[in-house]
């Protein structure tokens, strides 16, 4: 499993199948997406790809919360489990302020398309 903490220096492929999400937790309906695009990527030859952030978005959207709430799971456990799963291509995006503001058209052209 190749790991990337720097959106700047992600492998670009011509085809993927990717999923994205913070996967805080990582619960029975993640791992079902997890296996659902792992099967996706093995029928179109392709690798698979699977978007992350850290730290989780709502620390960062919603500081007057925070004492309220804490992750389920450290990213690196998160990342124990992708490996488990075989996922090819993990990008952990590191969420800031700066990050969030970019739209999502913006997201999709400069990294997914």
């Known amino acids: 499993m190749d790991v990337c903490k720097n959106l700047d220096t992600i492998t670009h492929f011509n085809k993927s199948v990717l999923t994205i999400g913070s996967f805080d937790g990582l619960h029975c309906g993640h791992i079902a997406i997890i296996k659902d695009l792992n099967q996706k990527a093995a029928n179109n030859n392709c690798p698979s790809i699977l978007i992350t952030f850290h730290p989780h978005p709502k620390l960062i959207l919603n500081k007057d919360e925070n004492a309220k709430w804490n ?13 488990k799963y ?5 990008w952990v995006v590191p969420f800031d302020k700066n990050f969030a503001t970019i739209t999502a ?9």
């Open 71 to 83: 992750v389920l799971m450290g990213v690196d456990e998160k990342l124990h489990i992708f490996e």
């Open 105 to 113: 058209n913006n997201f999709l052209d400069k990294y997914i398309i």
């Open 86 to 90: 075989k996922i090819d291509y993990v």
